[in-house]
């Protein structure tokens, strides 16, 4: 299932739903949002907010635009 999102579009999503959107594993965005996290605001990779149990939530577009720009992808399975 294809999603299309416009970068003026307001989504906020949890770090399961960020890693079904980007094939990304569950683990590896929760520990991108962890470093991210511990970052000074204004330097931060992309906008994210933490919610209670230690549950982020990520700016897609942000999030997206830095994986564009990081050329890194989820690796095919051999």
Do not use: C
């Amino acid at each position: 299932m294809a999603r299309e999102f416009t970068p003026d579009q307001e989504i906020w999503v949890m770090t399961a739903e960020a890693a079904q959107i980007t094939g990304y594993n569950r683990q590896y965005i929760e520990k991108l949002s962890k470093k991210n996290w511990l970052l000074p605001e204004d330097e931060r990779l992309f906008k994210l907010r933490r919610r209670s149990g230690h549950y982020y939530e990520i700016w897609l577009p942000d999030l997206l635009r830095y994986i564009d720009e990081t050329g890194y992808g989820p690796h095919k399975n051999k």
